[in-house]
T-cell receptor
Framework: DGGITQSPKYLFRKEGQNVTLSCEQNLNHDAMYWYRQDPGQGLRLIYYSQIVNDFQKGDIAEGYSVSREKKESFPLTVTSAQKNPTAFYLC?????????FGPGTRLLVL | AQSVTQLDSHVSVSEGTPVLLRCNYSSSYSPSLFWYVQHPNKGLQLLLKYTSAATLVKGINGFEAEFKKSETSFHLTKPSAHMSDAAEYFCVVLNYGGATNKLIFGTGTLLAVQP
C-alpha cells in the first residue's frame, strides 16, 4: 500500500522543548517537502529536499531543522527557537510536478 | 513571480446545486495549475491539474476546471454538489526556477454544503 505516512497525528510540546515530526514515503520519490498550515492561510514551505543528504530552506525555515539520511524519510524538528509552533504540519513528496501529501501532524503547545 | 488569488474564502451551496470556486493566477509564462481538496484534519488530495494540454481539465469526484488565459482564471466547478464535497479547496500554481519547483498556495475556499 503506497503512500506517505506522518506520525504522530497529534503532538504536544512543552516550553523550551525540541520535538520531531516523522514523515515516511514508500513511493520512491526523490523530492520531499515540509509545509506549515495556519488557520485561514495557505500552506507555507519550511524545508525541502531534492535528494538524499541534501536539503534547502523554504520560506519560513527559522526555528526548524531537517535531515535526509534515507530516501524514504524526512523528519522535521521543531526547535525551542520556534516561538509560535502551534500549527498543522504537512509533509509531501514528488517525482515530478505533482506533490502528494501525508495526513498531517497537529502540533500543540502546552 | 507566480501567485494565485482565491476570490472567496467561504462558499455555501445546497446539495444538488452547482459548485463554483474561483481562482485567478498571475504568471509570466504558461503556468502549471492545480486544485487540491482538504477535509478536516486531513492531508491534501489532488483533484486535478493543468499543464498546458487541454484547457478543460477533468478531475476526481466529478470536478473540473477550465484554464482561461484571457481571464487569467482557473475556476473549479461541479454540476451537482454532494454532502461529502464539504471541505477546503486550494488553488495552487507551480513556481518554476532555482533548485526546485515550488508550489504557491492560495489561501483556500471553505465549501459548505447544506442539505
Amino acid at each position: 500500500d503506497g503512500g506517505i505516512t506522518q506520525s504522530p497525528k497529534y503532538l504536544f510540546r512543552k516550553e523550551g522543548q525540541n520535538v520531531t515530526l516523522s514523515c515516511e514515503q514508500n513511493l520512491n520519490h526523490d523530492a520531499m517537502y515540509w509545509y506549515r498550515q495556519d488557520p485561514g492561510q495557505g500552506l507555507r514551505l519550511i524545508y525541502y529536499s531534492q535528494i538524499v543528504n541534501d536539503f534547502q530552506k523554504g520560506d519560513i525555515a527559522e526555528g526548524y531543522s531537517v535531515s535526509r539520511e534515507k530516501k524514504e524519510s524526512f523528519p522535521l524538528t521543531v526547535t525551542s527557537a520556534q516561538k509560535n509552533p502551534t500549527a498543522f504540519y504537512l509533509c509531501a513528496s514528488s517525482a515530478g510536478e505533482t506533490q502528494y501529501f501525508g495526513p498531517g501532524t497537529r502540533l500543540l503547545v502546552l | 513571480a507566480q501567485s494565485v488569488t482565491q476570490l472567496d474564502s467561504h462558499v455555501s451551496v445546497s446539495e444538488g446545486t452547482p459548485v463554483l470556486l474561483r481562482c485567478n493566477y498571475s504568471s509570466s509564462y504558461s503556468p502549471s495549475l492545480f486544485w487540491y481538496v482538504q477535509h478536516p484534519n486531513k492531508g491534501l488530495q489532488l483533484l486535478l491539474k493543468y499543464t498546458s494540454a487541454a484547457t478543460l481539465v477533468k478531475g476526481i469526484n466529478g470536478f473540473e476546471a477550465e484554464f482561461k488565459k484571457s481571464e487569467t482564471s482557473f475556476h473549479l466547478t461541479k454540476p451537482s454538489a454532494h454532502m461529502s464535497d464539504a471541505a477546503e479547496y486550494f488553488c495552487v500554481v507551480l513556481n518554476y526556477g532555482g533548485a526546485t519547483n515550488k508550489l504557491i498556495f492560495g489561501t483556500g475556499t471553505l465549501l459548505a454544503v447544506q442539505p
